[in-house]
């Protein structure tokens, strides 16, 4: 797995008391994005979700979680970037209290491993469902090594493309 530059990643600070915590998810200040659209999303254990991308009108993401534990996966598919087709992952969970920004034009996934996982996540753009399109999550050229081996999926995630597939389809 490659470091890529323009994933940024932040450790946010918590403060506790008597009565629970407090951490601030995301400061503006850190990181220069207008953030539209703002999603939660709640999965079992096991459950992946990706990998995920808008094809025209990218999506920037800044991700968070508030309850539970994902790996959190992030696959370059820039045209003409040094790093076509390599991937970053990072554990985000609710005790590390860490967020990532995935930049627009980066297919994003992540699988839970906790009974709970909630995720809650903001967008540099709305969602566009037509041009909404996945990568396969097992994809042999791209070989992540997710943290398990046989994930829930939903059927429209079975049937993501390979990043063969995609690259075919940037060229026309």
Same mark, same amino acid.
């Given at each position: 797995?490659?470091?890529?530059?323009?994933?940024?990643?932040?450790?946010?600070? &918590?403060?506790?008391?008597?009565?629970?915590?407090?951490?601030?998810?995301?400061?503006?200040?850190?990181?220069?994005?207008?953030?539209p659209f703002h999603i939660v999303s709640?999965?079992?254990?096991?459950?992946?979700? *990706?990998?995920?991308?808008?094809?025209?009108?990218?999506?920037?993401?800044?991700?968070?979680?508030?309850? *539970?534990?994902?790996?959190?996966?992030?696959v370059d598919l820039r045209k003409k970037?040094?790093?076509?087709?390599?991937y970053f992952s990072i554990y985000l969970?609710?005790?590390?209290?860490?967020?990532?920004?995935?930049?627009? *034009?980066?297919?994003? *996934?992540?699988?839970?491993?906790?009974?709970?996982? &909630?995720?809650?996540?903001?967008?540099?753009?709305?969602?566009?469902?037509?041009?909404?399109?996945? &990568?396969?999550?097992?994809?042999?050229?791209?070989?992540?090594?997710?943290?398990?081996?046989?994930? &829930?999926?939903?059927?429209?995630?079975?049937?993501?493309?390979?990043?063969?597939?995609?690259?075919?389809?940037?060229?026309?």
């Open positions: 797995m490659k470091r890529i530059k323009e994933i940024k990643t932040f450790k946010n600070k &918590i403060f506790y008391d008597k009565r629970g915590y407090l951490f601030e998810s995301f400061n503006q200040k850190k990181i220069k994005k207008n953030f709640n999965s079992k254990k096991n459950v992946l979700r *990706g990998l995920h991308l808008q094809f025209k009108n990218p999506q920037g993401k800044f991700v968070t979680v508030i309850k *539970g534990k994902i790996f959190d996966v992030m970037s040094k790093t076509f087709g390599k969970n609710s005790k590390n209290t860490n967020s990532a920004f995935v930049p627009p *034009g980066f297919a994003h *996934g992540f699988c839970c491993l906790e009974k709970e996982n &909630i995720i809650y996540y903001l967008n540099t753009n709305y969602r566009d469902k037509k041009n909404e399109i996945g &990568i396969a999550w097992n994809d042999k050229d791209i070989k992540i090594k997710w943290p398990i081996k046989e994930p &829930i999926l939903s059927n429209k995630d079975k049937n993501n493309l390979s990043l063969r597939e995609y690259c075919k389809l940037i060229k026309n």
